[in-house]
């Protein structure tokens, strides 16, 4: 995690003048140390300074410098601290006791007093509100520490070099933290781009990143660095910590740049209701999964921010299917699937929409492929965003859940009492965002009774589509997360095989919703609606 400093600075006599910081004159952050002593005795120095006003015995040094020290090991010990106090001009090599020695010098003459000086000094500025003046003297500290310390390479040495090494790391934190806090936060990202990419797991950083993206203006390119940064921890077992999902957060919860976005409810013959997001492009149909509605819809922060993506690059159009919202009730003596159906057709009519690009979620992806395989002629294409054919496993079909479990799960997550988190099913990656889980709880209650909830998914979960995908002319991209945990792989595997004309892309993430979690999902949709 070497800082870029420009031209470098390898003399290993040089007594430098620092315009903020002052005179260096014994120097260890990096190789040389600033004098002209051989390697064994520059190590000395090295552990001295970076142990004073402390003492260090002979015995300790002989062994971080030796694995095995030779019979000699004191003698030899004791003239490097000769040459070490020949060199040094303004700094004593001090005798305390018999066997041991520390180094005697102002904290303001050795590289490690001053960087620890300027950290100091940056947090007092930083809480003073100051972050700019902070990432200015933190930049100073920095080019002090120009390279890796000449600790010995041995193995009693090797955690003196890692703790130096973890608080380098912190020194370069600490600096881009203030840029990012700072008027600047953009001058943060090329360096913290390359060093989360040198290092995906290092999450403190990429909590950074995403930061200065959205202080920079730059929130589909944030939301895509909180995916990218969960995506590889998720990689090796690892959770996101709190401190990324609030930054995540603060990106969604922030107003959203409106394009030219209306949610003015309209009624397709008279029954069917929906709403016009938007007005350019392609007419694009985004089918809402499960019990979201359209008077919600952009209640929420996650929905909001995608749903706007979407409406800058087409005209987005949403209903309510039948029996939710604020459309009309099921018919119960017609099957479910086919009102819907019935829904989208209606509100093409309404708005006079010859063909339309279909967007179907989890369930509603059944929708979208059922009036794809009725009106080819009224699709101009698909994106299904983990959706099945066909829910349950059974013969010649080994995805998904069993029927007993599914109708278990059904039952459970529409009675309240039993307190199922429907949350963590739908989304795990924003369980634990307090204010979506309102929102969604919000949503719930008013979207459709227990018994009308009942028989939506279980329509949603008894429908088996695979023999329609044949018919199904319709250019379709298959997007699934990689994670999901509510929608197995292999219904989109499945969905891309055996559609006439599709192509799968899976995307880091564990979210059935298309809106949550990875913005990657919805950027490939955007980039499918541009070819």
């Known amino acids: 995690m070497d800082p870029k400093l420009g031209a470098a600075r390898r003399g290993m006599d040089v007594v430098r003048m620092w315009p903020t910081l002052g005179v260096v004159t014994v120097r260890v952050l990096g190789p040389g140390a600033g004098l002209r002593l051989e390697r064994k005795a520059r190590e000395v120095l090295t552990v001295l300074t970076v142990r004073a006003p402390a003492v260090v015995t002979l015995d300790e040094l002989a062994g971080l410098l030796w694995d095995d020290p030779p019979p000699s090991a004191v003698k030899t010990l004791r003239a490097h601290l000769s040459r070490i106090r020949a060199a040094l001009p303004d700094a004593e090599v001090e005798r305390a006791g018999r066997d041991a020695y520390r180094l005697v010098v102002a904290p303001g003459r050795t590289d490690v007093g001053l960087v620890a000086a300027a950290r100091a000094r940056a947090r007092r500025l930083l809480a003073d509100g100051r972050p700019d003046g902070a990432a200015t003297v933190l930049a100073e500290a920095r080019a002090l520490w120009w390279g890796e310390p000449e600790f010995p390479d041995t193995t009693a040495a090797a955690a003196l070099r890692q703790a130096w090494r973890r608080e380098r790391r912190l020194l370069v934190q600490e600096h881009l933290g203030c840029l990012v806090a700072g008027g600047d936060p953009g001058s943060a990202l090329a360096e913290l781009e390359e060093l989360t990419t040198t290092d995906p797991l290092d999450e403190p950083l990429w909590v950074l990143r995403v930061r200065a993206l959205h202080r920079a203006g730059r929130p589909a390119e944030?939301?895509?660095?909180?995916?990218?940064?969960?995506?590889?921890?998720v990689e090796v077992g690892l959770d996101p910590s709190a401190a990324l999902r609030d930054a995540q957060a603060e990106v969604l919860r922030s107003p959203a740049p409106a394009p030219a976005v209306t949610t003015a409810v309209r009624y397709a013959g008279g029954s069917t209701a929906y709403t016009r997001l938007s007005d350019r492009g392609r007419d694009l149909v985004v089918l809402n999964p499960a019990m979201l509605t359209i008077d919600g819809l952009l209640d929420g922060a996650q929905a909001r921010t995608a749903l706007t993506a979407l409406a800058e690059h087409a005209a987005v159009v949403c209903l309510d299917r039948s029996g939710i919202g604020l459309s009309d009730p099921l018919d119960p003596a017609e099957n479910p699937l086919d009102q819907w159906v019935a829904d989208v057709r209606r509100v093409l009519d309404d708005l006079a929409i010859d063909r339309a690009d279909l967007f179907g979620n989890f369930d509603t992806g059944l929708v979208a492929l059922e009036f794809a395989a009725r009106h080819p002629d009224r699709v101009r294409s698909l994106i299904l965003a983990q959706c099945y054919p066909r829910y349950t496993r059974g013969a010649g079909y080994p995805y998904g859940l069993d029927p007993a479990t599914t109708e278990t799960l059904i039952r459970d997550t529409?009675?309240?009492?039993?307190?199922?988190?429907?949350?963590?099913?739908?989304?795990?990656?924003?369980?634990?965002?307090?204010?979506?889980?309102?929102?969604?709880?919000?949503?719930?209650?008013?979207?459709?009774?227990?018994?009308?909830?009942?028989?939506?998914?279980?329509?949603?979960?008894?429908?088996?589509?695979?023999?329609?995908?044949?018919?199904?002319?319709?250019?379709?991209?298959?997007?699934?997360?990689?994670?999901?945990?509510?929608?197995?792989?292999?219904?989109?595997?499945?969905?891309?095989?055996?559609?006439?004309?599709?192509?799968l892309r899976t995307v880091a993430g564990t979210d059935a919703l298309w809106f949550t979690d990875s913005p990657e999902l919805w950027q490939h949709a955007i980039d499918f609606l541009g070819t």
């Open 222 to 233: 944030a939301l895509r660095a909180a995916a990218a940064a969960r995506a590889a921890l």
């Open 414 to 503: 529409v009675d309240p009492a039993l307190g199922v988190d429907s949350v963590a099913q739908a989304a795990p990656s924003v369980a634990a965002d307090d204010e979506f889980r309102r929102w969604w709880n919000r949503i719930g209650r008013r979207a459709a009774s227990p018994a009308v909830a009942t028989s939506i998914r279980a329509a949603a979960t008894g429908t088996d589509l695979r023999h329609r995908l044949p018919a199904i002319t319709a250019r379709t991209l298959v997007l699934h997360r990689r994670n999901c945990l509510n929608v197995d792989p292999g219904h989109a595997r499945f969905l891309a095989e055996h559609l006439p004309d599709a192509r």
